[in-house]
């Protein structure tokens, strides 16, 4: 009887240690794995590639001990990599970047997921479309630029990186918002071909994200009449916005960083503090300087916005592509 009793003690001070234990593991704060896997729907090299490693490089600073690592996943236009993060497990190791086009593709048929699969955590970049000539067009403003395309239907060429992209969208609310007719011109292999066909004289204009096109408007090749953004950019102050000039229209390619959905609301709160923190740091807002984008400063339920609204906005415009 004795031995049933001292083993019977034993077994609970053996399940009680198991259970502290447990316990202390449960509430020991994340990070408790160094490691955090970030997934870039991507290529390397490209804006959003360059803005997502320059947003974790500085995010690791502020949080002790944790390694961001990020990974490409480019395939599907960026819907592979997008849904690996919406499947990943809401535990704060796995999260990844979302684009502008999680916004899009639903509405096209090439994404099963949309803003409503993540919980936002901060976004470095929300680039505004810009209308760009050459710098030997006789158009000097946004009022005459919409004067003249009223006054020649069809007849201004627009350059954009394919039908339903981004640009074509923005070129496509520009024609709505002001009741005129473009062209639009495809280029598909994006940005370098459309400013090479800008300077060439093969189109008349583009709409488009201006980081593309910095060298060329600093070496006075081309202009900028104005910008679809609620205020005027870091890098181009000089350049007006739509709104200011009366016109309240705004357009925009932004990348967030999120976690799947479900993701315990403390986690959230760490890394969303640190963003805010990395946003203050001047080291960070020349990275993105040196690379010729203008940060934008934009933390959890304000990205989830952003994200709603835009989704919103595209599932009208989308219907209108053919």
Same mark, same amino acid.
């Given at each position: 009887m004795k031995n049933k009793?001292?083993?019977?003690?034993?077994?609970?001070?053996?399940?009680?240690?198991?259970?502290l234990?447990a316990?202390g593991?449960?509430?020991k704060?994340?990070?408790?794995a160094?490691d955090?896997?970030?997934?870039?729907?991507?290529?390397a090299?490209?804006?959003?590639?360059?803005?997502?490693r320059g947003?974790?490089?500085?995010?690791g600073?502020q949080?002790?001990?944790? @390694?961001f690592?990020?990974?490409?996943?480019p395939?599907?236009?960026?819907?592979?990599?997008?849904?690996?993060?919406?499947?990943?497990?809401?535990?704060? /190791?796995?999260?990844g970047?979302?684009?502008?086009?999680?916004?899009?593709?639903?509405?096209q048929?090439?994404?099963?997921?949309?803003f409503? @699969?993540?919980?936002s955590?901060?976004?470095?970049?929300?680039?505004?479309?810009?209308?760009i000539?050459?710098?030997?067009?006789?158009?000097n403003?946004l009022?005459?630029?919409?004067?003249f395309a009223?006054?020649?239907?069809?007849?201004?060429?627009?350059?954009n990186?394919?039908m339903g992209?981004?640009?074509?969208?923005?070129?496509?609310?520009?024609?709505?918002?002001?009741?005129?007719?473009l062209?639009?011109?495809p280029y598909?292999?994006?940005?370098?071909?459309?400013?090479a066909?800008?300077?060439?004289?093969h189109?008349?204009?583009?709409?488009?994200?201006?980081?593309?096109?910095?060298?060329?408007?600093?070496? !006075?090749?081309?202009?900028i009449?104005?910008?679809m953004a609620?205020?005027r950019s870091?890098?181009?102050?000089?350049?007006p916005t739509?709104?200011?000039? !009366?016109y309240?229209?705004?357009?925009?390619a932004?990348?967030?960083?999120v976690?799947?959905?479900g993701t315990?609301? #403390?986690?959230l709160?760490?890394?969303?503090?640190?963003?805010?923190?990395? /946003?203050?740091? #001047?080291? /960070?807002?020349n990275y993105?300087v040196r690379?010729?984008?203008?940060?934008?400063?934009i933390?959890?339920?304000?990205?989830d916005?952003?994200?709603?609204?835009d989704?919103?906005? /595209?599932?009208?415009?989308?219907q209108?592509?053919?």
């Amino acid at each position: 009887m004795k031995n049933k009793i001292t083993i019977l003690i034993l077994v609970t001070l053996f399940l009680s240690q198991v259970v502290l234990f447990a316990a202390g593991q449960a509430e020991k704060p994340y990070p408790t794995a160094s490691d955090v896997r970030v997934i870039i729907p991507k290529g390397a090299g490209g804006g959003t590639d360059i803005s997502a490693r320059g947003l974790l490089q500085y995010l690791g600073k502020q949080i002790p001990g944790i @390694n961001f690592v990020p990974t490409n996943k480019p395939d599907g236009g960026g819907v592979t990599g997008m849904v690996e993060t919406a499947n990943a497990k809401a535990d704060g /190791y796995t999260l990844g970047m979302v684009t502008v086009e999680l916004a899009m593709f639903p509405h096209q048929g090439k994404s099963p997921v949309t803003f409503e @699969n993540f919980e936002s955590i901060a976004a470095p970049i929300a680039a505004p479309a810009a209308l760009i000539l050459p710098a030997d067009s006789p158009i000097n403003t946004l009022d005459e630029f919409i004067a003249f395309a009223k006054a020649n239907p069809n007849t201004i060429t627009v350059g954009n990186s394919g039908m339903g992209a981004i640009w074509h969208i923005a070129a496509m609310k520009f024609e709505e918002a002001f009741g005129v007719s473009l062209k639009h011109i495809p280029y598909p292999n994006g940005t370098a071909d459309i400013v090479a066909a800008l300077l060439g004289g093969h189109i008349n204009a583009t709409i488009a994200d201006p980081s593309g096109i910095k060298g060329q408007y600093e070496a !006075g090749n081309v202009k900028i009449l104005a910008m679809m953004a609620e205020e005027r950019s870091n890098l181009y102050p000089n350049v007006p916005t739509f709104k200011e000039l !009366g016109y309240d229209m705004a357009i925009r390619a932004w990348a967030v960083l999120v976690a799947p959905k479900g993701t315990p609301e #403390p986690i959230l709160t760490i890394l969303r503090e640190a963003a805010r923190k990395t /946003y203050d740091d #001047p080291e /960070y807002i020349n990275y993105f300087v040196r690379q010729g984008i203008d940060p934008v400063k934009i933390i959890g339920p304000d990205a989830d916005e952003m994200m709603k609204e835009d989704h919103a906005m /595209y599932e009208v415009m989308l219907q209108k592509v053919k």
